[in-house]
């Protein structure tokens, strides 16, 4: 699916666990996100990447951490789960942006339960 | 605050006709623009973009507009086809990278 795997697909989780959720790619793009959807709010930017090691916060960043050591894998955790991540999460991908080529190529989704 | 705005959550359309979905944005920095399709249990999917240097851009079926002073885009499917029943989703930039979502607008094209 566009050189970009999410993993695991689902999980459930109880509160206060720390979650690690994985995105992969094979495309050697620079950037990748970390989104959330939640009905009511759409996409909403938890974290993103513009390179190995250089992160920063998106609009819902509180309560996620985020580690990119390799150009191919960026994790998303939730160091002490909480009822109100309950979510999807999707990672994504771009490269340098172009004109008609800027945008994400979006993962499959993590659906995570926060019990 | 939310920076991009679908006030419609939903529409209907019947099949053959036009679909006409809109996008509010109140940052006058915007200069990218996506609409994004998104299917139950997958990913959002790129269906096509503008920049703030032209108000239309046409791919197929599918013509996306853009008017900068009053920050509203829409998109527009003409022909309307069942298999375009999914939600769809507007998206801003400032700069072509980290992308401010709409709450997404859930079309069914009825047959």
């Known amino acids: 699916d566009a050189g970009i795997t999410q993993s695991p697909r689902h999980k459930v989780t109880e509160t206060g666990t720390p979650v690690t959720l994985r995105c992969h790619q094979t495309?050697?793009?620079?950037?990748m996100y970390w989104y959330r959807q939640d009905p009511g709010h759409g996409l909403r930017l938890i974290h993103y990447s513009y390179g190995v090691k250089d992160t920063d916060k998106g609009e819902v960043s509180d309560g996620y951490s985020v580690s990119r050591s390799k150009t191919e894998d960026f994790l998303l955790t939730l160091e002490s789960a909480t009822s109100s991540q309950t979510s999807v999460y999707f990672c994504?991908?771009?490269?340098?942006?172009?004109?008609?080529?800027?945008?994400?190529?979006f993962g499959s989704g993590t659906r995570l339960t926060v019990v | 605050d939310q920076q991009v705005k679908q006030n419609s959550p939903s529409l209907s359309v019947q099949e053959g006709r036009i679909s006409i979905l809109n996008c509010d944005y109140t940052?006058?920095?915007?200069?990218?623009f996506l609409w994004y399709k998104k299917y139950p249990a997958e990913g959002p999917t790129f269906l096509i973009s503008i920049s703030s240097i032209k108000d239309k851009n046409e791919d197929g079926r599918f013509t996306v507009f853009l008017n900068k002073s009053a920050k509203h885009l829409s998109l527009h499917i003409v022909p309307s086809q069942p298999g375009d029943s999914a939600v769809y989703f507007c998206?801003?930039?400032?700069?072509?990278?980290?992308?401010?979502f709409g709450t997404g607008t859930s079309l069914t094209v009825i047959p």
């Open positions: 495309e050697n793009h620079r950037y």
């Open positions: 994504a991908i771009s490269g340098q942006g172009t004109l008609d080529g800027y945008g994400y190529t």
């Open positions: 940052n006058s920095m915007f200069d990218y």
């Open positions: 998206a801003a930039s400032e700069t072509g990278n980290q992308f401010y």
